[in-house]
């Protein structure tokens, strides 16, 4: 009995998603076809990357409640860049990932030298972003040809080539899915493959027991907090050139779906803990399930409720295993 529920515990959620996708594939013919499954990774891309960002958080313990709103700052800083000042692609990625890094480090501030509760800083952190952002634009979405608080015309518009960063391809595959792949894989090298992902790990598990064994706690949460905001830039990114303008509205709902699939993450193959495949594998569930509603005529509102149940089975199959390895640690 012990064996099958290991195997279900362990293999449950993978199976859950094959589940969905073959019962979405059955159903609707559409779904299943190459353009389908790259217009869903496409879908997931975001929604994956900035995950990995809140991953990075959770792995050191903490939680960054300011990851959707550095993704509304960077389409902000993009289209300012751009629209405003009439600069080209490669300066407003410049300018994206130096806002980010800037509140990563705001972050990390507050957190560890000012000794903050992580939950209550980024919070406070995503409540100045949010209106901040709309300072310089007087609240108006930025697009080319809009007139400017002092009342002159933008001169610039938005970069073709920053457009190419979602609606580029590498060969038959979406620009986007490609840069979530190398996210996807290179914070799985760093978690599963250095020292510096151990390090973490350890100060996730016990900070104080890493702070005994010489570790830098307080620096190397601070640098979770800068990695969790870059990658909320590079998510960015890729939202503002799919959307092709400023709009003050970006990001707002990121925060939510970002933590979902981090927390979806930690219940994949039993770890129990944030892993970058288990993020991907959660982003691309929830693709899944939203896309096969859509197909099926389901109405917007019922995405909520379906991100919901997503994320309470994936609670479910995470703390069945924490309790269990509980059970079977021995007692220091």
Known sequence: ??????IVVKYGFIAVTIGFFVYFAV???????SSSIFAMLKFASVTAILGIGVMFTMVVGGLDLSIGSTAGLSVQLA???????NMNAGTAIVAVLLGGLVVGCLNAFLIVVCKIPDLLATLAVMFVI???????????SVSGGMVRQDGTVAPGKFDPAFLKIDRGYVG??????????VVVVVAWFILARTSWGRILYAIGSNPDA?????????LHRALAYIMCSLFASVGGLILVSRIGQGDVAAGSSSLLEAVAVALVGTSVLGLAKPNAWGTLLGALLIAIVLTGMNMKGLQYYHQDTAKGLVLLLALLFSFTVSRRK????PAT
């Open 130 to 140: 949010q209106g901040a952002k709309l300072i310089p634009v007087n609240g108006q």
């Open 326 to 329: 509980a059970r079977y640690t």
């Open 172 to 181: 038959p595959v979406p620009l986007p899915v490609v840069i979530m792949l």
């Open 210 to 218: 890493a702070r005994l064994a010489g570790v830098r706690v307080g």
């Open 1 to 6: 009995m012990d064996t099958v529920r290991d």
């Open 27 to 33: 159903t609707e013919p559409a779904f299943a076809t």
């Open 79 to 85: 289209a300012m860049t751009m629209v405003f000042y």
